[in-house]
Each structure stands twice: as C-alpha cells, then as structure tokens.
DNA sequence: ATGGCATGACAATCATGA
C-alpha cells in the first residue's frame, strides 16, 4: 500500500497532473494540501472517474486539505475530522480518517510568514493545538501517519543554504522544536529510514530557478507510529512532478508500506 | 536592500505563499 502526501497549490490548476500521476504511481492514500477549491467545486466525479474516492475540507482561496482514497484498494473512511478540535480557525488545514485500521492525519501547517509576523505565532498555536490532539489520537491508534505540508526544514541537510535560512521562519528554532516535539510523541520521519540521495527537497521557490538550481528545502513529511515504520519499505520524493510545464512548488512525498 | 514567480479574486492591483 503506498501513501502519498502533495501540496498541489490549487487542486484546479493541478488536475492535469494529479490524475496523470495517479495512474502512473497507482498511489492508495493520497493527502493533499493547499487546495484553494470550496467543498461544492470539489472535482469529485473527474476522481471518481479516475478510481478514488475524495474527502476534504476547503475554503475560497487559500488552504484546503483532501483525502483519495483508491477504489479497490483502500477501504472506506471512518471517523473523519475535519479541523482540530482545540483550536477555533476559520483555516481548513487538517483531515484526518481512518482506513484500512491505518489513521491518516493530513496537514497543512500554517506558514508562518515570518518569525516576527502575528502569523508565526498562529503557527506556533497551531502546532501546540496539533501536538496536544495527537496525544490523544496516538493513545488509540496503534497505526498512524501523520503526514502533509509541515512548513518547517527539520534540520539543516534539509535546506540548501542553511546559513542563509539560519533562525527564518521554516528553520528556526521554535518550528523544529515543535517538530521534534512530534517526533518526542512517538513517531518517526519515514524518510530518514533510508538512506538517500543529497540535497533531497520538496519545496523549491519558482524563482530565481531554483529547481534547476537544487536550491530546495524539505518541508513535506510522512511521520509513521513504530508498528507502522517497521513495515515502511520505501519513501522517496516524487521529483520528477517538479519538472514538468506549470509545476506545483511541491513535489509529492511516497511511502510504501508493506503489508498494510 | 529588494524582489523575483504563481495563484486567486477581481477586474488593476493585491494578499499570500515559503
């Protein structure tokens, strides 16, 4: 079973490659983020069409999280959240199900902006709120992924200048905390299981060419339970979205797990 | 030192992203 999480940055704008890459990767839990569509333009029947089943939350405009399920391979959904619980924000930027006995939580963190803006200090709640609600969830499922959009570099090989990134919001010191902080509730980055290639990003500016020039950082994870990463076999970064016309800055992140 | 580029809302610029 592969679970994927992508930052599409516009589902609309994306649906070309979306459904391209679903049939090519045959993924069977795909968690979006940044979606920019209202529930009632959700492209519900062009997934349908495709093999999966969608659930999401959205808004006009900004954020927007989705759930695809593939028909045939990933059971229905149970127990959907579709915002945390202790936290009153009007931002669609969490879903969460369960499927297949696997709970699927699907984030998009908020950016932050900068660390002096009043953004970053939504930021901080938000992860505070995240990290509390967490506790809970990891206390009654055994297997569980929390993956998305985390908007923080977890540590400096995870940036291309970290000098240049050093204290920024994305990297300082706080944001990896809560990250860590995460990590300290009992789950383990997928992609650091494995050994893996330099310079492995998933966010790239669309300036200045950055993709061209590796000038990435690596902001979208997939954060496993023990029971759960002991059966991941694989978890790559899906570059090859990234080159094509009209990219989202985000390449997806695929974790492969086995008999699951 | 700043902005570059992309997206959406809206109808010329502007907010936001990371």
């Known amino acids: 079973m592969k679970l994927a999480t992508w930052n599409v940055n516009s589902l609309k704008v994306r649906m070309p ?11 069977d839990i795909v968690c979006l ?5 209202t529930d009632d333009s959700f492209p519900v029947q062009e997934l349908l069409d ?13 954020n927007g999280v989705a759930l695809l399920l593939r028909e045939g391979h990933a059971g229905p959904a149970s127990d959907l959240v579709f915002a945390l619980p202790a936290l009153e924000d ?18 998009y963190f908020p950016n932050g902006q900068a660390v002096d803006s009043d ?40 940036v291309y200048d970290p000098a240049a990134w050093a204290g920024q919001v994305l990297c300082s010191e706080p944001e990896r905390a809560a990250f860590r902080g995460l990590l300290s509730l009992g789950l383990v ?8 290639p330099e310079r492995s990003y998933t966010w790239w500016d669309y300036r200045e060419m950055a993709f061209r020039r590796k000038m990435g950082l690596r902001i979208d994870h997939i954060l496993l339970t023990p029971s ?19 990219p989202s800055d985000h390449a997806p992140v695929v974790a492969t797990l086995s008999g699951a």
């Open 33 to 37: 983020q940044e979606t920019k569509t």
């Open 119 to 158: 953004k970053y200090v939504y930021k901080l709640q938000w992860l505070a709120a995240l990290t509390q609600w967490l506790g809970a969830e990891l206390a009654a499922h055994d297997k569980l992924a929390l993956v998305g959009d985390f908007n923080i570099a977890p540590e400096d090989r995870d």
């Open 189 to 196: 980055d997928a992609f650091r299981l494995f050994e893996q």
């Open 90 to 107: 009007p931002q669609k930027r969490l879903i969460a199900a369960t499927v297949n006995g696997l709970r699927v939580v699907c984030g």
């Open 50 to 62: 495709a093999g999966y089943r969608s659930h999401f939350t959205g808004q006009k405009t900004y």
């Open 17 to 27: 490659h979306l459904l391209s890459w679903l049939g090519s990767s045959q993924v």
């Open 228 to 246: 759960l990463a002991s059966s991941c076999a694989a978890c790559d970064v899906a570059v090859d979205l990234r080159r094509l016309e009209r």
